[in-house]
Structure formats: structure tokens, C-alpha cells
């Protein structure tokens, strides 16, 4: 599937409306905590960037339900900065630090982000081979 300029846009679009939703969940309760969650769910798909290179060599097999150690420590640490990133809102709104309102738009904007990311990966995928 070619990616094309109305996959940019409309991912675009959903990324900013992603970083609104999170900004205005801090500037309309007067409270940036909850700016927070943004910072986890922009560093999220880190790990996995940097630790799938480190599953062998060039002429190893490239199946990854075997599974690989680099690549399922890369996975597991993105898994915990995800769960921090959905759960950060709800605990901060639980112990009042934060309003309730400024929990959800907060878990809303984050999903938009983290969603957006993820489609963004997935749309522009290169294959690693040059000669199919």
C-alpha cells in the first residue's frame, strides 16, 4: 500500500488534534501535569526503533515469532510506557491532583497521538529488500 499526501494530511490533522486535546486538558483546569502524558506516548515507539536492529545478523532469518531478546526487551518497554501514558491521567484524576475532565481529554489525546504514531509506522513501512 502506497502511502500518499492525503495519508500525510489526514495523519497530520490527527496528531494535532491529538497534542490539542492534551493541551487543552491542561490550559482549561489551569493544571500541566497531564502534559505529561503526551511526553510518554511521543517517546513510546522508541524502544522498539532502537532494539529491533539488534535481532542478527544480515543473513539470519527475519521471523520474529521466533523471537529475539533485544527485540521482546524493546517491546516490553514500550508496553510500560504506554500503560504509564494511559494510566498517568487516571491516577493523577483519582488522587484530585486533576479534574476528572482534564482525565478524559488527556486519555483522548493520548490515544490520538499514540494511535497516530502507530498508523504512521504502519503506512510508511519500507522492506528491508531491494530486489522484490
Do not use: R
Not at 505529561?36 to 524502544?47: K, N, Q
Not at 518497554?77 to 482525565?103: D, N, R, W, Y
Amino acid at each position: 500500500m502506497a502511502a500518499g499526501l492525503k495519508t500525510v494530511i489526514l495523519l497530520s490533522f490527527v496528531l494535532a488534534v491529538g497534542f490539542l486535546m492534551i493541551i487543552l486538558s491542561c490550559a482549561l483546569w489551569s493544571n500541566w501535569l497531564p502534559l505529561f502524558v503526551a511526553l510518554t506516548f511521543v517517546i513510546a515507539p522508541l524502544p522498539n526503533a532502537l532494539f529491533v536492529h539488534c535481532g542478527g545478523d544480515d543473513f539470519s532469518t527475519a521471523d520474529y515469532s521466533e523471537g529475539s531478546g533485544p527485540i521482546d526487551l524493546g517491546c516490553f518497554i514500550t508496553a510500560v510506557i504506554v500503560v504509564t501514558g494511559f494510566a498517568l491521567p487516571l491516577i493523577l484524576a483519582h488522587s484530585e491532583i486533576i479534574k476528572p475532565g482534564a482525565s478524559v481529554m488527556s486519555l483522548i489525546g493520548g490515544g490520538l497521538v499514540y494511535g497516530t504514531i502507530l498508523a504512521y509506522t504502519a503506512a510508511f513501512k519500507q522492506d528491508d529488500s531491494d530486489f522484490d
